[in-house]
């Protein structure tokens, strides 16, 4: 069964920068889509950006352009998203999501808790 | 941006009610192949959204048919055909058919 699993929560200093990391099982990974979500506690969700694994291209809400960087590792069935210049404004949780053939999103991963502070 | 407005934001009911969710599009979410990417979440605390609805009215897998979606255009609405226990969290629509994609406000279902 299609399973995505993230990393773990992450306190992180302001100007740092952070990794999250979404592993996936039971799918071609390698011909597939994955999507990067944010959400702030008690808020609504976000998209962040999409990226396809098979050539690595990607398409960004443009909120999130030079804050979110995403790339995979196929050989490990692995996508990624880089946060850097973390400021306060980047306290959520972020999730990962496989988008099925009508862009639904019907497996997400259970998300990253990202706390920015000093 | 597309803004999608639901109402409304809390909803309490009782169980074996049936309740609507409005959520309306500040643009028409029919693209020009005929497509409308209207999609209904639900978000029970402490966990990752779940699909329910997709493509305007179609059930996702494993979901109960107590849920039906309905709309066109800028206009749709979620119905729950009779509240369980196991419905109550945050609905939200959410569109894909302009970038960038955006969700609703959320609708929190609450037990009266």
């Known amino acids: 069964q299609v399973k995505l699993q993230q990393s773990g929560a992450e306190l992180v200093k302001p100007g740092a920068s952070v990794k999250l990391s979404c592993k996936t099982s039971g799918y071609t990974f390698s011909t597939s889509y994955m999507s990067w979500f944010k959400q702030i506690p008690g808020q609504s969700i976000e998209w962040i950006g999409m990226i396809y694994a098979g050539d690595g291209g990607t398409g960004y809400n443009q909120k999130f352009k030079g804050k979110a960087t995403l790339t995979v590792d196929t050989s490990s069935s692995t996508a990624y998203m880089d946060l850097s210049s973390l400021t306060t404004e980047d306290s959520a949780v972020y999730f990962c999501a496989r988008p099925g053939w009508d862009w639904y999103f019907d497996f997400w991963g259970p998300g990253t808790m990202v706390t920015v502070s000093s | 941006d597309v803004v999608l407005t639901q109402t409304p934001s809390t909803l309490s009911a009782t169980i074996g009610q049936s309740v609507s969710i409005s959520c309306r599009s500040s643009q028409s979410l029919l693209d020009s192949a005929g497509n409308t990417y209207l999609y209904w979440y639900l978000q029970r605390p402490g966990q990752s959204p779940q699909l329910l609805i997709y493509?305007?009215?179609n059930l996702g897998s494993g979901v109960p048919n107590r849920f039906s979606g309905s709309g066109s255009g800028t206009d749709f609405t979620l119905k729950i055909s009779g509240v369980e226990a196991e419905d109550l969290g945050v609905y939200y629509c959410?569109?894909?058919?302009?970038?960038?994609?955006?969700f609703g406000g959320g609708t929190k279902l609450e037990l009266k």
């Open positions: 959410m569109q894909a058919t302009h970038a960038p994609w955006t």
């Open positions: 493509l305007v009215s």
